[in-house]
């Protein structure tokens, strides 16, 4: 990648932040509820009227809704996205405190689902048609199938419940604690993996170069590691992109069932206490970390295949 393609990139991100910033602002402007009173009733006092008018003048809740936008932008632009209504806490820090929970538990997932769909696809594929290939396919359907909080309620009842190995909910963040959810979000993931690594390496199979080597007598193991797998990399590297963004900002259901403290039980814990700040900086942290990881694909795709590399 180009530094003017890399500057394009770049200014593309900035104008979708803007977007979605601006969507995200509106969205909890025309939201119902009362931000005042539901900051207070967090806080557990029942204020008077004139004392609620006086708050919301204040906060600059009373002014129209471009300038509200306008002064919350300006200052999240400065780093600064606001306190909590219900934690009382700056946004940001109560972000970056959840980050890396998610981060870590996102890495495991992700580590856990290339350790299942790399040898499984490939052996699908060598196998094709096959006995082995007919019962991977039936894994790939039973994993697509089944929603993940079906997946970690079972492992909840099963090694939590029946034989006790594991807790349901646990204060510190471990590796025992990390587990279970993990291997909830690898579940499904490792189905759609599977298939797309049988379906990359049944294509570079049926390549010219493969028939060659193998008429040349070289091994079968080295054709399939050496030379199919690097090639077949290209497609698995965007979808590992695109999911561990869509981990990052959409395990909240796992997160709530194994009552885990990421960034995904935060913004429902968020979302039902009507916490706007939160929302609002929540949703603009995912988008942007959504898009540095795309960027950071798309520059790798320079190292992983050189025939993309333009010209200079």
């Known amino acids: 990648m180009s530094k003017k393609q890399l500057g394009k990139r770049l200014g593309q991100i900035v104008i979708v932040l803007i977007g979605i910033s601006f969507l995200t602002f509106l969205l909890t402007y025309l939201a119902p509820g009362d931000p005042v009173r539901t900051m207070y009733a967090a806080s557990g006092i029942v204020p008077s009227e004139e004392v609620m008018q006086q708050t919301r003048e204040e906060m600059g809740l009373n002014r129209p809704f471009l300038v509200q936008y306008a002064d919350w932008l300006t200052s999240c632009l400065r780093g600064d996205f606001g306190n909590s209504y219900s934690l009382k806490k700056p946004v940001l820090d109560l972000l970056g405190s959840r980050l890396w929970p998610t981060l870590k538990l996102s890495l495991f997932s992700m580590i856990l689902m290339l350790l299942v769909a790399v040898p499984f696809g490939m052996l699908a594929a060598v196998n094709k048609n096959k006995w082995i290939d007919n019962l991977v396919r039936g894994f790939t359907f039973l994993g697509v199938s089944v929603p993940n909080f079906w997946v970690g309620l079972l492992l909840i009842s099963f090694f939590c419940v029946k034989l006790k190995w594991l807790q349901v909910v646990s204060t510190d963040i471990t590796f025992k604690s990390m587990i279970l959810p993990a291997v909830t979000l690898a579940f499904a993931m490792s189905a ?10 049944l294509e570079e199979l049926s390549q010219d170069y493969v028939t060659g080597a193998r008429a040349r007598g070289v091994k079968e193991w080295k054709i399939l590691w050496l030379n199919v797998f690097p090639n077949s990399l290209l497609p698995l590297i965007t979808m590992l992109g695109l999911s561990m963004g869509n981990l990052l900002g959409g395990t909240a259901v796992v997160e709530v069932i194994f009552s885990y403290p990421g960034l995904g039980s935060l913004a429902v814990s968020a979302i039902t206490s009507y916490d706007y700040p939160l929302i ?8 942007l970390i959504y898009m540095v990881i795309n960027l950071i694909v798309d520059i790798s795709y320079n190292f992983v295949d050189p025939r993309m590399r333009e010209k200079r």
């Open 192 to 201: 759609k993996y599977t298939r797309q690594v049988r379906t990359a390496v």
């Open 280 to 287: 609002q900086g929540y949703v603009l942290w995912i988008a």
